[in-house]
């Protein structure tokens, strides 16, 4: 089976970096997604990570390390929009995404 | 281009009813996928969808079932409802695979009381 984890919230300043990390464990790793999701719409894709690094996309980053089931979402100069749940999602060979709990981060003034 | 389409938003039912759940796709994707989403366990994969068949299931019991048409539209059903139920269900489509980038539907929200 596969195992994700990631916090359950966080609180971050408008302006700030804040980092939304997620781990791991699966067999047969094919590539990691990162979904942003506002109370009560859709989840909305942010970002894949298939290789080892940093994949940059505007005030967005994710990073990948394969060896130690790891990636972060990391997100520049916050803005209140940004309130929402990130979801980390990782496939496994050609199964469906199986998604992690959610952190629920709240941009505070 | 139109995004994913899910009918109906909200949806109250009793314990014991059946209620059935509508998602049109993208234009031009053919696999569809539905999620159960709850506070406690996330989300949570029902089944995919290809070509009419399906391709992959979860872990829900058998009153959770589903078809494809050949337009790509799903539905699913679930039969006999129980209060734990009550939850938020997602329709991803993508271009022909669940493994690929998903585009999520706004959802139905199901409330049994």
């Known amino acids: 089976g596969q195992n994700i984890d990631q916090p359950t919230e966080m609180t971050a300043t408008e302006g700030a970096i804040v980092q939304i990390n997620c781990t791991y464990q699966t067999s047969g790793f094919n590539g990691l997604f990162w979904y942003q999701q506002h109370a009560g719409e859709a989840p909305t894709f942010l970002s894949y990570n298939v290789l080892d690094g940093l994949e940059e996309k505007g005030r967005f980053s994710s990073f990948l390390s394969r060896s130690k089931g790891y990636s972060y979402l990391l997100l520049k100069e916050l803005q209140m929009k940004d309130s929402a749940s990130y979801l980390c999602a990782v496939r496994s060979g050609n199964t469906p995404l199986v998604f992690g709990k959610g952190t629920r981060l709240s941009v505070i003034a | 281009k139109a995004g994913v389409t899910q009918t109906p938003r909200y949806l109250i039912k009793t314990r014991g009813q059946q209620v059935t759940l509508s998602c049109s796709p993208i234009s031009g994707h053919r696999s569809v996928s539905w999620y159960q989403q709850t506070p406690g366990q996330g989300l949570q994969f029902l089944f995919e969808y290809f070509s009419e068949t399906q391709r992959n299931k979860g872990n829900f019991p058998g009153r959770f079932s589903g078809r494809q048409f050949s337009n790509s539209r799903s539905e699913m059903n679930v039969s006999t409802l129980e209060l734990g139920d009550s939850a938020l269900y997602l329709c991803?489509?993508?271009?022909?695979?669940?493994?690929?980038?998903?585009?999520f539907g706004p959802g139905t929200r199901l409330l049994v009381l």
């Open positions: 991803a489509s993508s271009l022909s695979s669940a493994v690929e980038t998903q585009y």
